[in-house]
């Protein structure tokens, strides 16, 4: 038996989306079999000690550090994760490209379309592998939607409607926050949340990382709204005004005709955590919904119309846990959950790296910093359409 080999992990940042993606990894090694390779926390980097201390007792970190470089210059990490506040991606990442380490970024990639293209363009030329952390590729609903859209099932795309809905910042009391903070987080709610839904509406109607002309935005224009202008500072108890969007709103054309709108809001009052997407063409349709992630709604469109409805209607498909193999945990008539789809996410990015070392590319279902590009260039787009008074832009 060849023995598989163990990459040292270095994590950036030991926040919620830290601990998230330390869990992905300590998850890994109990639902896969075989492994691509194995993994070991080596060292976290963050910004207080008492933060370092908690990664160290909590995920099993070997060491924690002030310094983001004492990462990059060991060379028993192989792996750097990027999951602070968005404002550190473009310095750390490129550092990271440069020390030739492999990435796996959270959104989005850059504060900007100019900082993202430079990293992507720094990323073609780099000895690692890089990933980005569109989780939702790997719901294994969304995973059928793209298997039936890429078969025709949908025949020519008509329209789509894409929403990924909050209410976390309803409360006027929420205090300010680096996510508040354009120079800090590069936008609102269509930064936020907004990543997320753009690259499912390429991963669906595209194909997956080298993604078709079809599935890429051509235009669109767009309304950011901020309604909550003001929040206290929690540590000077000032407040300070709000300079990003708290919703978007956005009616989208792609390249190969079909039109949409994509809406992005933090404020949407009675949701919890509302990833929805339709998809309408010619010959069928589906709809998702995140908050019923265990199914696909799809219709056929080609069966006879015939008295009392004959079967047409939409039907539930029952996706739960079924991921492909080599998911051996084997219960997978379960009910799915939302970490699921991170440990399934970095599976992803491991096998990458493994395939890459010998000379193979990525699958279709891994979202590259090309990926964090184009979703970056919308957003930008959404963002200059919206101080041009909703204007039809170019992505």
Not at 61 to 83: K, M, N, V
Not at 281 to 307: C, H
């Amino acid at each position: 038996m060849n023995k598989i080999p163990t990459l040292g992990v270095g994590m950036a940042g030991f926040g919620f989306i830290g601990k998230v993606h330390s869990h992905a990894h300590l998850s890994v090694p109990l639902l896969y079999d075989p492994l691509p390779c194995r993994t070991k926390l080596v060292g976290v980097c963050t910004a207080t000690a008492a933060s370092g201390e908690k990664a160290k007792s909590q995920a099993g970190f070997e060491f924690d550090t002030r310094q983001f470089d004492d990462l990059l210059s060991r060379d028993d990490i192989h792996i750097i994760h990027i999951c602070t506040p968005n404002d550190c991606h473009y310095e750390m990442v490129r550092d990271a490209l440069h020390a030739g380490k492999h990435i796996y970024c959270d959104k989005p990639l850059a504060l900007n379309t100019q900082q993202a293209q430079y990293l992507a363009d720094l990323a073609a030329m780099s000895i690692g592998w890089q990933q980005m952390t569109f989780n939702y590729r790997f719901v294994p609903a969304v995973m059928r939607a793209r298997e039936l859209t890429q078969s025709g099932y949908l025949g020519e795309l008509f329209s789509f409607r894409a929403a990924y809905l909050h209410a976390g910042y309803v409360d006027p009391n929420r205090p300010f926050s680096w996510r508040t903070d354009f120079a800090r987080s590069g936008g609102g709610a269509i930064a936020d949340l907004g990543a997320h839904v753009i690259d499912l509406i390429r991963y669906t109607i595209g194909n997956g990382a080298n993604v078709t002309r079809a599935g890429e935005f051509s235009s669109l224009s767009a309304v950011l709204q901020t309604l909550i202008t003001q929040r206290k500072d929690a540590k000077s108890g000032s407040m300070r005004p709000v300079d990003v969007d708290d919703i978007a709103f956005a009616t989208c054309i792609m390249e190969g005709g079909a039109a949409g709108t994509l809406e992005a809001s933090r404020l949407a009052t009675g949701v919890q955590d509302e990833l929805r997407l339709e998809l309408h063409g010619s010959k069928g349709g589906l709809r998702f919904n995140l908050m019923e992630a265990n199914w696909l709604d799809a219709y056929d469109n080609t069966q006879p119309e015939t008295s009392l409805g004959g079967n047409r209607g939409f039907r539930r498909i029952e996706c739960v846990t079924r991921y492909p193999k080599p998911y051996a945990l084997g219960a997978t008539k379960n009910t799915i959950g939302w970490l699921n789809f991170h440990i399934s996410s970095v599976f992803d990015f491991l096998t990458n790296i493994i395939s890459y070392q010998v000379g193979r590319d990525g699958s279709p279902l891994s979202p590259t910093f090309r990926d964090g590009l184009a979703a970056q260039k919308v957003i930008s787009a959404c963002q200059n359409s919206s101080r041009l008074d909703g204007k039809i832009v170019e992505v």
